[in-house]
């Protein structure tokens, strides 16, 4: 039993192409294509299509959770979490489809997805705060814990890619063993449970980038500045206000 999507399907000298990139390329295709055609007639009216408003309801629910972890505005954040989502999101969804290896599923496409996570924190985090105050993050609170910081982000990569290979793998297992014992009911009780835990994979792997970067890109000075100002102050008493 070979359930590594990594498999070559064919090879040129130097060039291979497996499973992996094969179906990685048809998600981005799909995606490019669905997208298309539910963006390319959009409408300001009361009366819209189902795609645009499944497309509504998908971009109002990402930007709350944005909105949400960060504590921050979600323009900016939606492009790339929202990539990430959507594109971990079909990967795990299309697994129902027979012959389909989700890319997620391969070591190879995690770590390339955490990889980005971890250049996507420096590069918010120097946006918001400026080269010197993103770099200030890894002397905090002394400059003893710069290695301590720097293990720190590299570990929280290895852990994203990790974690979410090891559940959608695991899954994929769990269901080819199943399906040699008992070849009907079970198995399709173990898909449905796979989409589920597929969204809710992408779900996790897109809230936690989302932290990450949120904590690199928060301005913890101006965010002490607000909290002073919304903060609760005591009345004045009769004597001051006279």
């Known amino acids: 039993m070979n359930l590594s999507p990594d498999e070559p399907l064919w090879q040129w000298e130097f060039i291979i192409l497996n499973r992996t990139i094969l179906f990685t390329w048809l998600v981005m295709g799909l995606m490019v294509i669905v997208s298309w055609l539910v963006t390319r007639r959009l ?31 979600p323009g900016s954040y939606l492009p790339f979490v929202g990539t990430l989502f959507l594109f971990i999101a079909v990967s795990n969804i299309l697994a129902i489809v027979p012959g389909y290896y989700a890319p997620t ?41 710069l290695p301590f910081n720097i293990i720190g982000e590299l570990s929280r990569t290895l852990a994203l890619a990790v974690r979410l290979y090891g559940n959608i793998m695991s899954g994929a297992v769990i269901g080819a063993i199943l ?46 500045e607000k909290d002073d100002v919304s903060g609760d102050h005591p009345e004045p008493s009769h004597t001051e206000k006279n």
């Open 43 to 73: 409408s300001t009216s009361t009366k819209l299509s189902r795609g645009q408003n499944l497309l509504e309801v998908l971009v109002f629910g990402l930007r709350s959770q944005i909105r949400e972890v960060s504590q921050q505005d």
């Open 105 to 145: 599923s391969s070591i190879s496409t995690t770590a390339a997805l955490a990889t980005c996570v971890f250049f996507a924190v420096p590069i918010y985090g120097i946006a918001q705060q400026g080269i010197l105050g993103y770099l200030k993050q890894y002397i905090s609170p002394s400059i003893f814990m």
């Open 179 to 224: 399906l040699s014992f008992v070849p009907l009911f079970v198995p399709v009780l173990m898909q449905a449970f796979g989409l589920l835990t597929g969204i809710i994979q992408a779900y996790i792997f897109s809230v936690l980038a989302m932290v990450y970067i949120a904590s690199a890109a928060q301005d913890k000075h101006v965010t002490s």
